[in-house]
Antibody, heavy 120, light 107 residues
Framework: QVQLVESGGGVVQPGRSLTLSCVAS????????MHWVRQAPGKGLEWVAV????????YYAESVKGRFTISKDNSKNTLYLQINSLRAEDTAVYFC?????????????WGQGTLVTVSS | DIQMTQSPSSLSASVGDRVTITCRAS??????LAWYQQKPEKAPKSLIY???SLHSGVPSRFNGSGSGTDFTLTISGLQPEDFATYFC?????????FGQGTKLEIK
């Protein structure tokens, strides 16, 4: 069965950097697009970024463009999100989510999320 | 960006009831709409994609309809496990956007 397990969250000071990971299993990771979606405490869902199966096509929400970088390592079945210059408004649970297509479409499976808290 | 507006923001209902949640897009999105269910402290789960197609394993009491700008999610015969928050999401183009959510509570 499909499993997505995020890690890398924690309490981080403003301005610092962090890399989140999402290890995938139960499907051929290299064949599908993958996303990051975040949810601030008590708030709704916000799409963050997508990477297509080819690894070359990447798109970002305007709120994170230039600070966040999505990437993946097919040999490790792992999706990454590098977050630079962290701000208080980046505090959220970060979910990785799988596409059922190679480019980008809806999310058929989600990980359990990892909490990032930006605080001094 | 395409704005997604859900209504109502909260809803009280009883087991066995039929409820409808609506989602309106600020621009036409054809049928590129999905619905998700989220329980407290849990990840969202896929319910419906392409406006009306049921995700694998989702009970048939969930039904989605609509196209263009207006969409609905109907749950017939509410079960105790259905009390949760529901989000719509458009995937017509980037940035993907979500509705603000509808919290379905037990009356």
């Amino acid at each position: 069965q499909v499993q997505l397990v995020e890690s890398g969250g924690g309490v981080v000071q403003p301005g610092r950097s962090l890399t989140l990971s999402c290890v995938a299993s139960g499907f051929t990771f290299s064949n599908y697009g993958m996303h990051w979606v975040r949810q601030a405490p008590g708030k709704g869902l916000e799409w963050v970024a997508v990477i297509w199966s080819d690894g070359n096509n990447k798109y970002y929400a305007e709120s994170v463009k230039g600070r966040f970088t999505i990437s993946k390592d097919n040999s490790k079945n792992t999706l990454y999100l590098q977050i630079n210059s962290l701000r208080a408004e980046d505090t959220a649970v970060y979910f990785c989510a799988k596409n059922p297509c190679s480019t980008s479409c809806y999310f058929d499976y989600w990980g359990q999320g990892t909490l990032v808290t930006v605080s001094s | 960006d395409i704005q997604m507006t859900q209504s109502p923001s909260s809803l009280s209902a009883s087991v066995g009831d039929r409820v409808t949640i609506t989602c309106r897009a600020s621009h036409g999105i054809s049928s590129w709409l999905a619905w998700y269910q989220q329980k407290p402290e849990k990840a969202p789960k896929s319910l419906i994609y392409a406006a009306s197609s049921l995700h694998s394993g989702v009970p048939s009491r969930f039904n989605g309809s609509g196209s263009g700008t207006d969409f609905t999610l109907t749950i017939s015969g509410l079960q105790p496990e259905d009390f949760a928050t529901y989000f719509c999401q458009q995937y017509n183009g980037y940035p993907y956007t979500f509705g603000q959510g509808t919290k379905l509570e037990i009356k």
